[in-house]
């Protein structure tokens, strides 16, 4: 059973004007086999939250925990967290010249579980989680991210989820920059890693388009570094049919 536990999380950056704080508190549980999806309006902390639990160092973490299956992330390096089962596809995936994409996979893949994958079920592997995606096999030759549409960024990243295969999956804003088709194909794919025994999954977005086809258990309004209400299926519709206003005028001020 896998759980990733975040408890009363404070977050702040550093700002011209001295460090601001970002995250006010945030307290969320994710066990294996839930998907839970985060909505807010810009500016709310989301993305934050995703790359403070992936350890970026522009975040500094100044109160509370992170834990996954008990083991503390805060004291993890990057790559610590990684091997550990935790995974972030970016919102915006950045451009590496002159890395391949079967290169990039196959380093991944390696450091991750400690020893490099038999060459010969590997190819089968990434040909099958490409495939599955609609990208050619001729795509692992081309560099990462370098010159691909947006919709080839993020599928490239739901091929990272399958092959990787972690514990728990934070996908930010996955569905910006996608068409219908695309929406349809990238869902498909985080689908599938749903479908496996023992993962969770965090899903940011703005919209309730992607939870058409990636059914959340629980659905959380962020507003203003804080989740102000928690529901179910039904809370993402209501922010579809009425927006955030009543989170927003309900918010504590700001200081």
Known sequence: MSTLEIKDLHVSVTTD???KEILKGVTL???DGETHAIMG???SGKSTLAYSIAGHPKY????????????DVLAMTVDERARAGMFLAMQYPVEVPGVSVSNFLRTAKT???GEAPKLRTWVKDVNKALGDLDLDPTFGQRSVNEGFSGGEKKRHEIAQLELLDPKVAILDETDSGLDIDALKVVSEGVNRFRAREGKGLLLITHYTR?????????VHVFVAGRVAESGGPELAEELEANGYERFLTAAPATV
């Open 17 to 19: 004007d001295g460090p």
């Open 41 to 43: 309006p810009n500016g």
């Open 210 to 218: 992607i939870l058409r086809y990636i059914e959340p258990d629980h």
């Open 60 to 71: 500094d973490v100044t109160g509370g925990t992170v834990t996954l299956d008990g083991a």
């Open 111 to 113: 450091a991750i579980d």
């Open 29 to 31: 549980t994710i066990k």
